[in-house]
């Protein structure tokens, strides 16, 4: 871990900078990545003031306090970053739940085929030929289904073309 540590209308003494040090330095194992930490205090009437930055990897963690005592503050100071740690921990893993597909290793096409094909009622392949949006309007519109997939010519994308309760169209696009 970096230290720096600066005073402004204080003199910094060896015994506060190794304490805060060593109270910031316990957060280091909290987050397990290597930090660089930026400590300001001073002074103003009768109170001390210390502000942290603190850069891990991509984070940054800021806190301040105003208190009489400057080791108070420091404690102070130790507590509100944990609790900033944590939450942001905490949010990193409800974003990355184990039981998203983010969590599991894709599986093939032939193993969901298969997996699924004992739920499915009716499993239909067909080959997808390139064509318009217009023609795949005209197709549709020729049977009784209520969706058609194809093969844009213009995009090179597979599109589903489907019939709205109001007799027009709606098309589903890949956005990548």
């Known amino acids: 871990m970096k230290f720096i540590i600066s005073g402004r209308n204080i003199e910094l003494t060896e015994a ?6 060593e109270k910031f330095s316990k957060l280091e194992k909290v987050i397990k990545k290597d930090c660089e930490t930026t400590v300001n205090m ?16 991509t984070k940054i963690y800021r806190a301040q306090e105003e208190k009489p005592d400057m080791y108070e503050a420091i404690d102070e100071l130790v ?11 905490e949010k990193e893993e409800k974003n990355f739940k184990k ?16 997996a699924v094909k004992d739920q499915v009622v009716k499993y239909i392949a067909y080959p997808m030929k390139p064509m318009s949006i217009e023609d795949a309007m005209i ?6 289904d209520v969706f058609f997939t194809f ?6 994308e597979v599109n589903v073309l489907y019939k709205t309760n109001d007799g ?3 098309i589903v696009e890949p956005e990548m």
């Open 168 to 170: 027009n169209f709606g």
């Open 16 to 21: 506060l900078k190794n304490y805060a040090e």
């Open 139 to 144: 197709i549709l519109k020729d049977n009784d």
């Open 99 to 114: 039981d998203t597909i983010r969590g599991k290793e894709y599986l093939s096409s032939d193993v969901v085929r298969d």
């Open 79 to 89: 507590d509100v970053l944990q609790r900033q740690i944590r939450k942001t921990k």
């Open 151 to 156: 093969i844009n010519i213009d995009t090179r």
């Open 42 to 57: 001073s002074t103003e009437r009768n109170l001390q003031i210390v502000e942290v930055n603190m850069k891990a990897g």
